[in-house]
Each structure stands twice: as C-alpha cells, then as structure tokens.
C-alpha cells in the first residue's frame, strides 16, 4: 500500500472500531485523577493493565494522593507493588515522580511531551497515555496490542516493534483527534478478538481490512 492507500485503511478501522466499541474506556483504572494515572502507567510496563488495577486498590488506599506517595517508605510501597514485577525501581519511580510533581509543577500535571519525559520511569508510551486521557491532545499511545494488530492491518511490517517508530508511522495516519480513542479501542479489540498467540480471523469485523485477510482497500481518486 502506498501513504494514501494506508490512510483509507486508517479511517475505515477507525470507524469500525467506533461501531464496535462506540466508548472508549481506559484499561486503566484511574477514576480521570492525573496523577493515578501516571503512577498506574508506570506500573504497567510489563505488567497487565488487570494486575496493575488490582495492585492499585490498595496502594492507593494507603497512598491517596501525591503528598501521600511523596512522604512514603520505600520498602512499604515496594511490597505493595512487588506483583507489577521490578517492583524496586517502580517504587522508586512512583515515589520521586510524586515528589517532582508537588516541587516542581505545584501538583498540576504538565501537559507537554519534554515536561512529561522528565519524570521518573516515564517514556513516550505513558507520556501519550496522559497527553490522550487528560488533555484531549493528539497521542498515540504505542503499546503492545497497538502495535501488533496495526502491523497485522498492515500500516508497517509485522516485523516492526520499536514503539517510537510504531508511534510515528501512525500519527501521519490516524486522524489527530482519533488518536488516543483508537489505541483504547485497539486495547479492547487486542483482548477481545485480536489476541497476539490466537487471534479470532474467522470472526473478525475487521478482516476485510486487515492484511492477514488479503485486504485489497485502494485509493479512489
């Protein structure tokens, strides 16, 4: 397919999936609070959005809130975080982000990439995830059900998992303001249908348009 072939294929998934799943929902358990949602973020690289859900319960519970989190021992949130896997560092993370959030931005989340990068354990992935969620800007939030099932739909080689390239490809195809619903959806479309070891081809509404049902979609003039 060339750019523009691509980008027919890019809109007709998006309004599938708008059919499929007509509200977006956030696998993440955050209740809309930004900085739950960056601790939780931080939480799930590598781990499930289900475990990290179940994990939060009770870390928030004994860590309500960033002045909480920033005044936490260590050792007591690393046990508590201990099932979401590198579970030092995380902690660490969680802890150091609460305090620069407080110090640094008065408790208010920025909403600019470079600002966002600059906290501790925050890559490109969780900095679209709050740029999408909490300020209704652009962001392709390039995590692995979007990967997979966007090389599966043929936009790059199935081949490609380097999430920043992943990132890229798709924000010159996705409409800008279709960007962070469409990665929910593909969450939800990963679970449901598209799974990565057995994917449902035979029931998919998306088969048509997908290169592992010989999708043939051309550019009209």
Not at 20 to 41: F, K
Not at 73 to 90: F, Q
Not at 107 to 120: A, K, N, T, V
Request: hydrophobic share 40%; net charge neutral; charged share 25%.
């Amino acid at each position: 397919m060339n750019q523009k072939e691509k980008k027919l294929r890019a809109a007709a998934v998006v309004e599938a999936l708008k059919k499929i799943y007509p509200i977006p929902v956030c696998a993440l358990e955050s209740g809309g609070d930004p900085w739950r949602l960056l601790v939780m973020g931080r939480l799930s690289a590598q781990c499930t959005d289900a475990r990290v859900n179940i994990v939060c319960r009770e870390l928030f519970a004994r860590f309500p809130d960033a002045a909480a989190m920033a005044a936490a021992d260590l050792a007591e949130v690393e046990a508590i975080v201990r099932p979401c896997g590198l579970y030092h560092t995380k902690a660490q993370n969680i802890i150091d982000a609460s305090r620069m959030l407080l110090t640094e931005y008065g408790g208010e989340m920025p909403h600019d990439m470079d600002e966002l990068l600059r906290f501790p354990g925050v890559g490109r992935k969780i900095a679209n995830l709050l740029r999408g969620d909490l300020f209704g800007l652009p962001a392709i939030v390039a995590d692995t059900h979007c990967i997979r099932i966007c090389g599966r739909l043929g936009f790059y080689p199935q081949s490609e998992k380097d999430p920043v390239r992943v990132e890229k490809t798709l924000t010159n195809l996705v409409e800008p303001a279709e960007q962070s619903d469409l990665c929910h959806r593909l969450v939800q479309f990963g679970r449901d249908v598209c799974s990565a070891r057995a994917p449902k081809c035979t029931e998919c509404p998306l088969y048509a348009l997908c290169d592992m049902g010989g999708a043939k979609i051309k550019a009209t003039t």
